[in-house]
């Protein structure tokens, strides 16, 4: 009998076309990994493409071989096909034209005609015939990729790699392993078990970045002697250690400096540090050329400099450019065993438990103090 790790590369020998993905609220774990099985199909020959929605793209990994080949959405996952019946008659010209959002064929016979039960039509069969899912609880949190094409994920196989405890175990092929640090282990283990040569210069930088990225650079409280093992071997393999802990960690742009200066200038805790919070103006992003998309380098550095702290909250104004009007979003991450969505649920957030983002049409005066309410007393129920 096949262990795991064989049926999962059984899969990958059989499969044409393979899609690589993970969930819309990135993290490094997610995308090294992702990147790394990119990384290691490619180096087998195989057809594949790698996908994810960019809800919170983290532009500080773009230093990872690959990145570049991220797609935010599916195109072409499959054909429409149209058939004609041409036994009792053949085809002399074919024309189409496009005229008020519909599409027009003109076939013109040789002899005889057609009529309407010539004519079939048909979905085609998926492009991809295998999906991995990497570092993502459940299909939802794919977000719009699952949500354009439920009917894909639910007609092919997928293998399914995480460490999370919430995992659902969506797929027929499950490499869920809690007791690891990273995906990025599990990836290490499960491409060395099946070929260890695989593991080039370019893949094992991507494992060590998951490793580090998930450990912050080695600092939390989750590391086990067996992600340091793999951290070593990962190492005598030619992964980029230093390159690594440069891009990520020595390397923060001054714009995000200045935009982490603002925060920490108005940065603030209740419930014995276990939240914090603050507070950006859109003057904040316009005086350190910074934009939302800044903000998931920021959450790192909070992570990393706070870590009693168990829900993160930062509260930012924004203006549409049409109608002048003031909207506040705020991003809520929770760092251990605590759903942020539930937390600001009343406010119909979208995201995952993970990270959860909200939009509310009012200016910040009005909807600051109702958003940290709402979180305290959240917690407070909470048993933390």
Same mark, same amino acid.
């Given at each position: 009998?096949?262990?795991?790790?064989?049926?999962?590369?059984?899969?990958?020998?059989?499969?044409?076309?393979?899609?690589?993905?993970?969930?819309?609220?990135?993290?490094?774990?997610?995308?090294?990994?992702?990147?790394?099985?990119?990384?290691?199909?490619?180096?087998?020959?195989?057809?594949?493409?790698?996908?994810?929605?960019?809800?919170?793209?983290?532009?500080?990994?773009?230093?990872?071989?690959?990145?570049?080949?991220?797609?935010?959405?599916? %195109? /072409?996952?499959?054909? $429409? &096909? *149209? @058939?004609?019946?041409?036994?009792?008659?053949?085809?002399?010209? +074919? !024309?189409? #034209?496009?005229? %008020? /959002?519909?599409?027009? $064929? &003109? *076939? @013109?016979?040789?002899?005889?005609?057609?009529?309407?039960?010539? +004519? !079939?039509? #048909?979905?085609? %069969?998926?492009?991809?015939?295998? &999906? *991995?899912?990497?570092?993502?609880?459940?299909?939802?949190?794919?977000?719009?990729?699952?949500?354009?094409?439920?009917?894909?994920?639910?007609?092919?196989?997928?293998?399914?790699?995480?460490?999370?405890?919430?995992?659902?175990?969506?797929?027929?092929?499950?490499?869920?392993?809690?007791?690891?640090?990273?995906?990025?282990?599990?990836?290490?283990?499960?491409?060395?078990?099946?070929?260890?040569?695989?593991?080039?210069?370019?893949?094992?930088?991507?494992?060590?970045?998951?490793?580090?990225?998930?450990?912050?650079?080695?600092?939390?409280?989750?590391?086990?002697?067996?992600?340091?093992?793999?951290?070593?071997?990962?190492?005598?393999?030619?992964?980029?250690?230093?390159?690594?802990?440069?891009?990520?960690?020595?390397?923060?742009?001054?714009?995000?400096?200045?935009?982490?200066?603002?925060?920490?200038?108005?940065?603030?805790?209740?419930?014995?540090?276990?939240?914090?919070?603050?507070?950006?103006?859109?003057?904040?992003?316009?005086?350190?050329?910074?934009?939302?998309?800044?903000?998931?380098?920021?959450?790192?550095?909070?992570?990393?400099?706070?870590?009693?702290?168990?829900?993160?909250?930062?509260?930012?104004?924004?203006?549409?450019?049409?109608?002048?009007?003031?909207?506040?979003?705020?991003?809520?991450?929770?760092?251990?065993?605590?759903?942020?969505?539930?937390?600001?649920?009343?406010?119909?957030?979208?995201?995952?438990?993970?990270?959860?983002?909200?939009?509310?049409?009012?200016?910040?005066?009005?909807?600051?103090?109702?958003?940290?309410?709402?979180?305290?007393?959240?917690?407070?129920?909470?048993?933390?």
């Amino acid at each position: 009998m096949l262990n795991q790790e064989q049926q999962i590369f059984e899969q990958i020998n059989k499969a044409n076309n393979i899609l690589i993905t993970f969930k819309r609220t990135w993290n490094g774990d997610a995308v090294a990994s992702a990147l790394a099985f990119y990384l290691t199909l490619k180096q087998l020959n195989k057809n594949v493409d790698l996908a994810a929605e960019k809800f919170n793209e983290l532009k500080s990994f773009n230093f990872l071989p690959g990145y570049e080949q991220i797609q935010p959405s599916l %195109d /072409n996952l499959r054909k $429409f &096909i *149209i @058939s004609l019946d041409i036994s009792n008659a053949k085809v002399n010209k +074919i !024309k189409y #034209k496009i005229e %008020d /959002n519909t599409l027009d $064929f &003109i *076939i @013109s016979p040789k002899d005889g005609f057609f009529t309407h039960d010539d +004519i !079939k039509s #048909k979905s085609g %069969d998926f492009k991809y015939d295998l &999906i *991995i899912i990497l570092d993502t609880p459940d299909l939802e949190s794919l977000g719009s990729i699952y949500d354009n094409d439920t009917e894909f994920f639910y007609k092919v196989p997928i293998i399914n790699i995480d460490h999370h405890s919430q995992n659902e175990g969506f797929g027929q092929i499950n490499a869920v392993e809690l007791t690891s640090t990273a995906t990025a282990e599990i990836a290490f283990k499960l491409i060395a078990a099946y070929s260890r040569d695989l593991i080039n210069e370019d893949v094992a930088t991507c494992l060590l970045t998951g490793i580090i990225s998930k450990t912050k650079s080695f600092k939390t409280q989750n590391i086990t002697p067996q992600a340091l093992g793999v951290t070593s071997q990962l190492v005598s393999m030619g992964a980029r250690r230093e390159e690594i802990v440069n891009q990520l960690y020595r390397s923060r742009s001054l714009a995000v400096l200045k935009l982490w200066g603002r925060v920490l200038a108005r940065l603030n805790s209740g419930l014995e540090n276990k939240l914090v919070w603050s507070v950006l103006t859109e003057i904040d992003f316009e005086k350190t050329g910074t934009t939302e998309n800044d903000l998931a380098e920021v959450i790192d550095e909070l992570i990393i400099n706070i870590p009693q702290a168990r829900i993160i909250l930062l509260i930012c104004e924004t203006t549409d450019k049409d109608t002048q009007a003031k909207t506040t979003k705020a991003l809520v991450y929770s760092t251990k065993n605590v759903n942020s969505l539930d937390l600001v649920k009343i406010f119909k957030p979208s995201g995952t438990k993970k990270l959860a983002k909200i939009v509310i049409n009012k200016p910040i005066s009005e909807a600051q103090n109702k958003i940290i309410t709402t979180v305290k007393e959240q917690l407070e129920q909470l048993s933390l």
